[in-house]
C-alpha cells in the first residue's frame, strides 16, 4: 500500500514561476486536503475536497489552485510563486468524517 | 470559533522522565474529534489517536496515555518513562463533524529527550 504519495520532495522556484504539487492516494479515501507547515504556526489548510469535483477553500488559500477530477489525485497549484509561499506542504486524506488524516511526507518548497 | 492551543513550544526531559504535553481546544460543537500527531526529525506525521467527543475514556497504549476531560476542554498526552527516540514535534488536533478534511491544529510542542 503506497498511501498517500506526493511529488517531488523538494523544488526550488523563482519568484513568478508558477508549478504544480501532485498528490495521488489509493486508499479509496473521500477526503483530500493540503496543508502548509511553517515554524511556530502548525500546519494551517489551504485547500480541501469532500469528493471527485468537490473542492473548497481552507485557511489560507490565496495564491493557490486545486482541482479534483479523480478521487486519487489532488493536485495543488502554485500560480505565480512567491517568497511567502516557501514553506512544507503535506497532503492528506482520510476515509470517513471523523476519521484520522493519513499524510503524505511533504514537499519543501523554497521560492527565491 | 476552533482554535487548539499548545502552550509549551519546547520541552526538554532527561531520558526515562515523564513528561505531560497540554492540549487545550475551543469549539461550540458537541460533536467534534480530538487527535495527536507526531512529527519526528524525518519530517513525516504519525498518527497517533482519535478520541471523538462523547468518549472520555482514558486511554494507555504503552508509555503513551490520554487524558481527555471536556469540563477543562483539554487533551493532554503523557510520555512515561521517556526515550530519546520520542524527540519529535507533537501536534494536537481537532476536527469538527461533517467538515470534511478540515483539520485544526495547535502550534505544536518540540520534545527533546536527552539521554
Known amino acids: 500500500n503506497a498511501g498517500v504519495t506526493q511529488t517531488p520532495k523538494f523544488q526550488v522556484l523563482k519568484t513568478g514561476q508558477s508549478m504544480t504539487l501532485q498528490c495521488a492516494q489509493d486508499m479509496n479515501h473521500e477526503y483530500m486536503s493540503w496543508y502548509r507547515q511553517d515554524p511556530g504556526m502548525g500546519l494551517r489548510l489551504i485547500h480541501y475536497?469532500?469528493?471527485?469535483?468537490?473542492?473548497d477553500q481552507g485557511e489560507v488559500p490565496n495564491g493557490y489552485n486545486v482541482s479534483r477530477s479523480t478521487t486519487e489525485d489532488f493536485p495543488l497549484r502554485l500560480l505565480s510563486a512567491a517568497p511567502s509561499q516557501t514553506s512544507v506542504y503535506f497532503c492528506a486524506s482520510s476515509y470517513a468524517d471523523g476519521r484520522p488524516l493519513h499524510f503524505g511526507n511533504g514537499t519543501r518548497l523554497t521560492v527565491t | 470559533a476552533q482554535k487548539v492551543t499548545q502552550a509549551q513550544t519546547e520541552i526538554s526531559v532527561v531520558e526515562k522522565e515523564d513528561v505531560t504535553l497540554d492540549c487545550v481546544y475551543e469549539?461550540?460543537?458537541?460533536?467534534?474529534?480530538l487527535f495527536w500527531y507526531k512529527q519526528p526529525p524525518s519530517g513525516e506525521l504519525v498518527f497517533l489517536i482519535r478520541r471523538n467527543s462523547f468518549d472520555e475514556q482514558n486511554e494507555i497504549s504503552g508509555r503513551y496515555s490520554w487524558n481527555f476531560q471536556k469540563s477543562t476542554s483539554s487533551f493532554n498526552f503523557t510520555i512515561t518513562a521517556s526515550q530519546v527516540v520520542d524527540s519529535a514535534v507533537y501536534f494536537c488536533a481537532l476536527r469538527r463533524h461533517n467538515q470534511g478534511g478540515k483539520l485544526i491544529f495547535g502550534q505544536g510542542t518540540e520534545l527533546s529527550v536527552k539521554p
Open positions: 475536497s469532500v469528493g471527485a469535483g468537490i473542492t
Open positions: 469549539t461550540r460543537d458537541t460533536t467534534y474529534y
